[in-house]
């Protein structure tokens, strides 16, 4: 496999330009991390082996990969790894490419967002010049990223052009005939927030279980290019620190108010549902688009009804009865806000009636499909996150049958009966008599020995950050060892034996991934 890895970078040989070589070495990059699919590490397995392989090998086609991963690498140590070979195969006197024996320095030039006012897409153009070592310019290119909003902001298409001005004249030409376009400049600083992000958003959503997230595989541009993307992003200048708008409890509530009390809520006959469906509508905007509750667009009321909503939120009967009729109301209110001139209001609440019928199929209702009672529904959660449910369920099974205040999940003292239940045959002995009828379990209360309280502790610590989804990755790799076949019981252990491992957040995430 490596010999075939490396006799595809023999390409490199052939190639005149830096550019060509970067955008060469990023496409057999994206060869080895698709190969996670055969249930190995890539950047481990592949990824440092091929590095290996090439200095060991010690031909002109090593020394070209080697120096384009040195640029192109998607980890540091790639990186390090990759220069150190270089340098061993040039002092060998290997024979270099071209393109090796006359470096060149890329610098980035200048930035542009292109986008519509419906702000579903940017249409980022970053302006890069290589320059030799004397300092003279050896040409243009710009990299042109698809920022993707209504997908969580991932980075949906990507491609390199050398025709820089042609292409920066299209961008101003379509804006000057189009008033729902605008092409603006923006600073290299806030290009590099806008790209980070994105690569960052597209490797989450990537990762994320099916549980979590939407299926998403970025297309075929965005993997051949992500090597030359994140290598382009890292010689942007970091942004300086903003004091970005805290989307608060209170100032979300002050906006929902807002718009309750204007006119295009005025024929909203439940006010208490309505009210329930503006902190929804505005939740969506603040945490999945960007702190930016006020922009609509047909894609966007799309996404909310038939994506986010079905996957996160509880809607009660009503709630979803009055969710069409209030985002409709939410489209006019806060379509004028956003600049929108009336016709593009006017789609937006077409695309709401359109996508009503389908909502209406697509939201499901959790009491019927996992028989649970109203009442287990709402100690489940309480928060109304239905994306919670199932990771709640798993750290507390036991909450479906018991239905007593004693085995309340939302406190601390029901929480830990519930797990004393599950994993010790016993509750807590309680504070009061109970009735007869009380609903409680019938076993006895056993008194723990100091071991089976420290286990409790573990156990209640580790069921509290299912309840939380905290880390994200925790959920995650309780999943993907149960999809391996592994028991309830296995799994819980062997989260607590991560849990008991890590020595910070950040050691814990790796130890999850790793699971």
Known sequence: MFAELLRGARALLTVRHPLDAEITVSELLSTWQEMRTRDIDPDLIIGEGLLDYARRAATPAALALLTGVSTIGVSARHRLIARRGARELAARGIASPHWVTSPATVRP????????????????????????????????????????????????????????????????????????????????????????????????????????????????????????????????????????????????????????????????????????????????????????????????????????????????????????HVLAAWVRWAGPFQGLPEVAVHATVDAVWEATAAFSRSYWDPSSTFGLRREVLNRLLPDGDLSALPRRMFAFPLVTELAHDEFDPTTRSGRRALLRLDHFGSYDPPQKPRGRHSGAPKEPYRPLDRLDEEALDAHEELADRLWRGDPPNLWSAAQRLLDRGLSRSEVLDTLLVALSGADDEAALVKILDEL
């Open 109 to 324: 030039i200048k930035a542009y967002v292109s986008r519509s006012l419906f702000g579903d897409a940017d249409e980022l153009i970053c302006v890069y010049r290589h320059e030799t070592e004397e300092g003279a310019p050896s040409g243009e290119h710009a990299l042109v990223t698809t920022i993707d909003h209504n997908l969580g902001g991932v980075l949906r298409d990507a491609w390199v052009s050398t025709k820089v001005d042609q292409l920066l004249r299209h961008g101003a030409d379509q804006a000057a005939r189009d008033p729902m376009m605008s092409f603006t400049s923006v600073s290299l600083g806030r290009a590099h927030t806008l790209l980070t992000s994105a690569i960052d958003r597209t490797a989450r959503l990537v990762a994320a279980t099916a549980a979590d997230s939407p299926a998403f595989r970025p297309s075929r541009s965005v993997t051949q290019l992500l090597g030359f993307i994140r290598a382009r992003a890292r010689i942007l200048p970091p942004e300086p620190p903003s004091r970005a708008v805290s989307w608060r409890r209170d100032r979300r509530a002050t906006l929902a108010a807002r718009f309750l009390a204007s006119d295009a809520a005025a024929d909203l006959s439940d006010s208490y549902a309505a009210g329930r469906c503006a902190e929804h509508i505005i939740d969506y905007g603040c945490d999945a688009d960007f702190g930016r509750p006020m922009r609509v667009s047909p894609q966007k009321v799309e996404a909310f009804l038939l994506e986010w909503l079905p996957r996160r939120v509880l809607l009660l009967p009503e709630e979803q009865e009055a969710m069409p």
